[in-house]
């Protein structure tokens, strides 16, 4: 099983500033199948990147994903005040799995 | 649009069965597979298993094997998840989610729409 670990466990910033988040893969994930979601209290999870670096459709472009092999990177350019949320992200390349989660909250 | 609508919350004694249902629409059903995956109170993300609606064809997470059984009914464009053996440590939230598909119609396991969710709680 590809265990996941993201970092930090919880992200403090203000609206308007920069959030790097970080996904790191116990083993290379085949073919960057990576994907990132966003997940508000009481709602399902929400689709935004797939295959390390694709937008799904209806996310707007400030939401952007990167990396291969083990490591891999959400980024917010410019957080908007519904940007704080919980981020999860989901390998697909093997059995699928989850990482634990980074909270992006209001400083 | 595509819509996955579940099933309401459920309470369940400790070894009993529980079956949620799904309802798919805005889509040819047949056409993607059917995931689920589920959430433990406070806690993280925990894929279960997935169903080919077309086929019937299921493959479930090594953890669920002998205790989840998915299936479908394809005349009303509804996937069914059934847990048996119920324990304390299955209450969760429990979601369906459409699986992702590839630029050459290949099947995916990233989840591109997700339903509701269904509580079930497992209590004596």
């Known amino acids: 099983e590809i265990v996941l670990t993201q970092s930090p466990g919880t992200l403090s910033l203000s609206p308007g500033e920069r959030a790097t988040l970080s996904c790191r893969a116990s083993?290379?994930?085949?073919?960057?199948?990576l994907a990132w979601y966003q997940q508000k209290p009481g709602q399902a999870p929400r689709l935004l990147i797939y295959?390390?670096?694709s937008r799904a459709t209806g996310i707007p472009d400030r939401f952007s994903g990167s990396g291969s092999g083990t490591d891999f990177t959400l980024t917010i350019s410019r957080l908007e005040p519904e940007d704080f949320a919980v981020y999860y992200c989901?390998?697909?390349?093997?059995?699928?799995?989850f990482g634990q989660g980074t909270k992006v909250e209001i400083k | 649009q595509v819509q996955l609508v579940q099933s309401g919350a459920e309470v369940k004694k400790p070894g009993a069965s529980v079956k949620v249902s799904c309802k798919a629409s805005?889509?040819?059903?047949?056409?993607?597979?059917m995931h689920w995956v589920r959430q433990a109170p406070g806690q993280g993300l925990e894929w279960m298993g997935r169903?080919?609606?077309?086929?019937?064809?299921?493959n479930y997470a090594q953890k669920f094997q002998g205790r989840v059984t998915m299936t479908r009914d394809t005349s009303i464009s509804t996937a069914y998840m059934e847990l048996s053996r119920l324990r304390s440590d299955d209450t969760a939230v429990y979601y369906c989610?459409?699986?992702?598909?590839?630029?050459?119609?290949?099947?995916?396991?990233?989840?591109?729409?997700w339903g509701q969710g269904t509580l079930v709680t497992v209590s004596s």
């Open positions: 989610a459409r699986g992702g598909r590839g630029a050459a119609g290949s099947q995916l396991y990233y989840f591109d729409y």
């Open positions: 295959g390390a670096s």
């Open positions: 083993q290379s994930v085949s073919s960057s199948y």
């Open positions: 805005g889509y040819t059903f047949t056409g993607y597979y």
């Open positions: 169903i080919n609606p077309n086929s019937g064809g299921t």
């Open positions: 989901q390998q697909y390349g093997s059995s699928p799995t």
